[in-house]
């Protein structure tokens, strides 16, 4: 159980354009879930949390109007990322918290890598 | 970096034990270890809850300091395929639980 799931795995985009990665728990509902990002031999930096129905909550330096979050039902969550560039190129990562008992549990995607051309 | 790992990179014989350490100053509710491969998310391995737990999983075993703001992951009998990152990471109340990560141990296990 606790399986998490990403698409796109990875992604090459052009500099300017929109990429959109969906973030899904395929076996127990996520109240909330998160927005990781890694950079090449980086721990994991929390971007965004956000709760089912709510607006997301930013980290301090994450602009919210370039990474779109929207977590739309208890099993789905999408990361947009607008008007993307070189720099922005990284591994994004979800992980998504469930309810009750395993409330502070965390279960991790398994990423997707983008890269802006 | 609000959670200390030691060491940064391990490199050990297969059948050899190993520990990791993760240090820092706040106290946390709960302190998991993941462990991540290239290219992948992190895995959970093990989730601490209370001051002082001692929990196992397979040849894993972590313990979290009676402070709560410390613990170890001890790997034993290592084989190849224990290779990878492992990070420990804390839960913290006042920050409405986000998890936060430390910086990672680097683990190679030669055959």
């Known amino acids: 159980g606790a399986v998490v799931s990403q698409h796109p795995s990875w992604v090459i985009c052009k500099s300017g354009t929109s990429v959109k990665i969906e973030c899904r728990s395929l076996?127990?509902?996520?109240?909330?879930m998160f927005w990781y990002r890694q950079f090449p031999k980086q721990s994991l930096m929390l971007m965004a949390t956000?709760?089912?129905?709510?607006?997301?909550?930013?980290e301090q330096g994450v602009e919210k109007d370039k990474f779109l979050i929207n977590h739309a039902s208890l099993t789905l969550s999408t990361l947009t990322v607008t008007s993307a560039h070189p720099e922005d190129s990284s591994f994004y990562i979800c992980?998504?918290?469930?309810?009750?008992?395993?409330?502070?549990?965390?279960?991790f995607g398994p990423g997707t890598r983008l890269t802006v051309t | 970096q609000l959670l200390e790992q030691s060491p940064q990179f391990l490199s050990i014989q297969e059948g050899e034990n190993l520990t990791v350490y993760c240090n820092s100053s706040?106290?946390?509710?709960?302190l998991q270890w993941y462990r991540q491969e290239p290219g992948e998310g992190p895995v959970l391995l093990i989730a601490?809850?209370?001051?002082?737990e001692l929990t196992s999983n397979g040849r894993l075993t972590a313990q979290f300091g009676i402070t709560r703001k410390d613990s170890f992951l001890n790997i034993s009998a290592s084989i190849p395929s224990d290779v990878g990152i492992y990070f420990c990471?804390?839960?913290?109340?006042?920050?409405?639980?986000?998890?936060?990560f430390g910086g990672g141990t680097r683990v190679l296990v030669k055959p």
């Open positions: 076996d127990f509902q996520a109240t909330t």
């Open positions: 601490l809850y209370k001051a002082g």
């Open positions: 706040s106290v946390f509710s709960s």
């Open positions: 990471a804390g839960q913290l109340k006042a920050a409405g639980n986000k998890l936060t």
């Open positions: 992980s998504a918290r469930g309810l009750g008992d395993r409330l502070y549990e965390q279960y």
């Open positions: 956000s709760n089912e129905g709510s607006k997301a909550t930013y």
